[in-house]
C-alpha cells in the first residue's frame, strides 16, 4: 500500500519566489506512481492550483490553514467557517486597536468561487501584500466597509506583533472557543499574520478528514513544514519533517530537520530518496 506524503507550501515546497522548480516538479510527478503526494497550505483552492499546475495530483488538498479539504477535481470534502454575525463581531472589536482584516469567503459550494475582501483602510504591510502577490486576482473584491460574510473562511490582519498580539488575546479573551486564533511571524515580511478561523479549522483537523478519505493511518503519514500552523499536523503523523528554514519551534517537533531549506528542494529531495521507485 503506497505511503502518503503531504507537505506545506510556501517556505516549505514552493521557493521563495512563490514557484515550484522544475526539479521538485520533476521529482513530484515521478514519484506521484509510488506514493500519494498532497499539499496543506493556508492559500486558497485557486491559488493552490495556480501553483501546482502541471503536477500530478491524487490525493485531496487541504487549504485556507484546514477551513477546507477538496480534491484536486473541486469535490468538497469538508468545510469549516465561520458565520456573518461572528465576522462582524469581531471586526468590531478590532477597531479599538486601529486594524482591519482581510476578509476571505466561499461564495459557490460547487464552483468554489471565492471572494477576497479588502477593507478601506490598509496598513504598509497590507499594501504591500495586495501590490506584490494580488494585484491582478479575480478574488478581490475592495470595499467601503469591510463586514462578516455568510461563509467565512478566514479573516486575516497583518501588522507589527506588538499590535496583534494584544488583539489576539484580547479576541481569544473575548469569543474563547467560538474561534480559532492564530499568530504567527511572516519571516520573509517581516511582520505578523493574526488569522481567525472555525474553532476546528486547522491542518491537523484536516488531516484527518483527509486520512479518513483514503483510508490511510496517521503512522504512515509523512508531513513537511516550516510554520506554527504546522505544528498539529506534525504531532498526528507517523514522521514529521521540518525544512532547513523552518521555525525552532517547529524544528522542536520534528522527527527529522532537513539540511536543505525550500530554496534547496528540500521536499523533493527528500522524496527522491525515500520513495521508492
Known amino acids: 500500500m503506497p505511503k502518503f506524503y503531504i507537505t506545506d507550501l510556501d517556505h516549505t515546497f514552493l521557493r521563495s519566489t512563490q514557484t515550484v522548480s522544475n526539479f521538485s516538479k520533476e521529482i513530484w510527478n515521478e514519484k506521484s506512481h509510488h506514493a500519494l503526494l498532497s499539499i496543506a497550505t493556508a492559500r486558497s483552492f485557486s491559488k493552490t492550483s495556480e501553483f501546482l499546475e502541471g503536477l500530478q495530483l491524487k490525493a485531496p488538498l487541504i487549504v485556507m490553514d484546514g477551513a477546507m479539504v477538496v480534491t484536486p477535481e473541486q469535490k468538497l470534502i469538508d468545510l469549516k467557517t465561520l458565520n456573518k ?52 486576482d479575480k478574488r478581490l473584491s475592495y470595499k467601503k466597509r469591510i463586514e462578516g460574510a455568510k ?14 498580539r494584544p488583539l489576539a488575546q484580547h479576541l481569544i479573551k473575548t469569543f474563547g472557543s467560538a474561534i480559532e486564533v492564530k499568530l504567527a511571524p511572516e519571516n520573509y515580511m517581516k511582520c505578523y499574520f493574526l488569522t481567525i478561523l472555525h474553532p476546528l479549522s486547522d491542518k491537523a483537523h484536516a488531516l484527518t478528514k483527509v486520512l479518513e478519505y483514503l483510508g490511510k493511518e496517521p503512522i504512515n503519514t509523512t508531513v513537511f513544514g516550516d510554520g506554527l500552523n504546522d505544528i498539529g499536523m506534525f504531532r498526528l503523523a507517523g514522521t514529521a519533517i521540518a525544512v ?9 517537533e520534528a522527527d527529522i530537520v532537513l539540511n536543505e531549506n525550500n530554496d534547496e528542494d528540500a521536499v523533493a529531495k527528500y522524496l527522491q530518496q525515500h520513495v521508492k521507485s
Do not use: C, R, W
Open 85 to 136: 454575525e461572528i465576522g462582524d463581531a469581531i471586526i468590531e472589536e478590532s477597531i479599538q486597536f486601529g486594524i482591519f482584516p482581510y476578509v476571505i469567503s466561499l461564495n459557490d459550494h460547487k464552483t468554489l468561487d471565492e471572494t477576497f475582501a479588502i477593507p478601506p483602510i490598509l496598513n504598509n504591510y497590507q499594501e504591500f501584500l495586495i501590490k506584490e502577490n494580488y494585484a491582478s
Open 151 to 164: 461563509d467565512t473562511l478566514k479573516l486575516v490582519y497583518m501588522g507589527e506583533e506588538k499590535v496583534l
Open 244 to 252: 532547513a528554514n523552518a521555525l525552532n519551534e517547529v524544528k522542536d
